[in-house]
């Protein structure tokens, strides 16, 4: 068992399982830690949060 990061500029569905399936690598769990420059922390899967102020100011640049 290995963990690998990998950051995606775009992606599309079940993009990194087939990347890696095509070198015979079963993808056993997929994690997202952020969304763009927005880091996700603790935030539990189908909740939401309000921005910060500063997360605020990146994205209306």
Not at 7 to 34: C, S, W
Not at 48 to 59: D, G, N, P, V
Request: aromatic content about 4%; proline content about 0%.
């Amino acid at each position: 068992t290995a963990w690998l990061e990998i950051v995606l500029d775009e992606g599309r569905n079940r993009q990194i399982r087939r990347l890696l399936g095509a070198f015979d690598i079963e993808v056993l769990r997929l994690v997202r830690v952020a969304i763009g420059g927005l880091q996700l922390g603790e935030l539990a899967k189908g909740k939401a949060r309000h921005l910060t102020s500063e997360e605020l100011a990146m994205i209306r640049v």
